[in-house]
């Protein structure tokens, strides 16, 4: 594992003829944020027709099944594994018949209180057909006594605790709704006379949309097929609460072209690069980036250094989701089959090599072995973020704190484990002058302050000693 893993990306389009279509394009756009499985739910009125399987976009959507989609509202997902195994019953969206017709539901992030609302509803009676928190929802709905749809939707939400940006699809409405806390980005958006939902503002700029807003903490928004005019509304159900927005969207989640909370991850980025330069400044003749994690905050090293940038690692774009591997072991394997060191840029150098985190430490490694290989005359590694000492339970894919190598060695002993002559981390504070700010983010990973408290079964399984902070940020 090189780095941490998002767990999913979702997309709703409302009002568009071919909605289908454009949610195919909408996940395309967001694929880099899950590749295990992806699906989607229409509605034209009447019914919901559905299709998901495991694997990429493009090759669980053809012509002919995109065809059979029929219907003007739309919501999709693309997902990576975190609460629930890799199958087929665990791929979004789900969707149920209940007393009050069809429903389907998407979600990207993780209920923190997920076993506490799982056991009530099976000891209620209800049978859970996956392993995923998402599927809550549906049951959370299905068991409300009350009139309306929304209103059910209003009440599961009461329910929950944790990070989630969710789209709901019935045959009349589509609901988007981000947690009291916003830890995980849903963007508002629109397509001439249609309205697009996406996890990333670079969904709307592949289909020739416009960004209208964030979706702010705590919001729900309505689309009503029968409104008139086709407008949206807004309704904020819960108390406010501290902004918490994930602090590694603009560290690694987010692709570059987007925008998130009116912060451009591009040059967020950079400026954390050149932020890292000020802080962990190394003479040097050649700044090479781990691509492409690493390759605009290596940027803005070099500029504030005025240290030449190179590329001299290389990434294959080729490779796919499974490999034949040679019956002989080859030394670094996988790593040599996503990377090459370029020689000529590296040999007889001191390098810096930038890449934005360190998990367990091992690919760092081998990548560093690979650049020694080539001939580098000394490696200073510079991390555009601080240690990673905590897991995330906010719908991350991560290690138990155990395996983080920062958690639980020292700097030197990072140093010779991975063979570099120097190290440094950007700190948490010039994470925040490279944004622009002190408060609204969600840092736990690096300071194991979880603004939502953990459940404890969760916390155990995690290995991790809690720090758990309120509303006025003290422990």
């Known amino acids: 594992m090189k780095a941490f893993h998002e767990k999913c990306g979702i997309f709703g389009v409302f009002n568009h ?221 819960f108390d406010k609460k501290e902004k918490h927005l994930c602090i590694f969207e603009f560290i690694y989640f987010a692709r570059p072209d987007s925008v998130i909370d009116g912060i451009s991850v591009y040059h967020a980025r950079k400026k954390l690069g050149i932020q890292l330069a000020r802080e962990h400044y190394v003479d040097a003749d050649v700044v090479v980036p781990v691509p492409d994690s690493g390759t605009i905050s290596a940027l803005g090293f070099s500029q504030e250094s005025s240290i030449p940038f190179e590329m001299g690692l290389i990434r294959s774009h080729y490779i796919g989701r499974t490999f034949i591997e040679p019956s002989q072991s080859i030394r670094d394997f996988g790593v040599k089959l996503k990377l090459a060191a370029v020689k000529d840029v590296i040999k007889g150098k001191r390098v810096i090599v930038i890449d934005d985190s360190i998990v367990r430490g091992t690919t760092s490694h081998k990548i560093v072995r690979m650049l020694r290989q080539a001939g580098a005359k000394k490696i200073h590694l510079r991390i555009s973020s601080p240690p990673t000492r905590f897991p995330c339970y906010y719908g991350i894919d991560t290690p138990t704190r155990t395996e983080l190598i920062a958690s639980f060695k020292e700097k030197s002993e990072i140093e010779n484990f991975l063979m570099v002559d120097s190290i440094g981390y950007l700190s948490l504070e010039g994470c925040f002058k490279a944004l622009g700010s002190y408060e609204g983010f969600c840092h736990a990973c690096f300071s194991g302050q979880y603004p939502v408290p953990i459940n404890k079964q969760i916390s155990k399984y995690h290995q991790t000693k809690l720090i758990i902070c309120d509303s006025n940020n003290k422990k």
Do not use: W
């Open 17 to 237: 003829r071919e909605s289908a279509k454009i949610t195919y394009l909408g996940l395309h756009a967001l694929q880099h944020r899950g590749q295990e499985s992806a699906g989607m739910v229409v509605s034209d009125g009447k019914i919901l027709r559905t299709h998901k399987q495991m694997g990429l976009v493009v090759e669980i959507f053809d012509h002919n099944t995109l065809e059979m989609l029929k219907g003007d509202m739309a919501i999709g997902h693309v997902r990576y594994s975190t609460t629930g195994e890799t199958t087929i019953r665990n791929a979004q969206p789900f969707t149920a018949e209940y007393s009050l017709g069809a429903i389907a539901v998407c979600h990207n992030g993780t209920l923190t209180n997920f076993d506490e609302i799982r056991e009530k509803l099976e000891n209620e009676g209800a049978i859970f057909a996956s392993t995923s928190d998402t599927e809550s929802f549906i049951h959370l709905i299905a068991k409300s006594k009350r009139g309306l749809v929304i209103d059910r939707i209003l009440e599961s939400l009461g329910e929950v605790e944790g990070a989630y940006s969710l789209l709901f699809l019935t045959k009349n409405l589509l609901v988007a709704a981000r947690d009291p806390h916003g830890i995980r980005p849903l963007i508002l958006g629109k397509l001439g006379k249609s309205f697009l939902l996406s996890s990333e503002s670079t969904s709307f700029k592949l289909l020739g949309g416009k960004e209208i807003k964030d979706i702010l903490p705590g919001e729900v928004v309505v689309f009503d097929r029968n409104s008139n005019p086709l407008l949206y509304k807004s309704i904020f159900p």
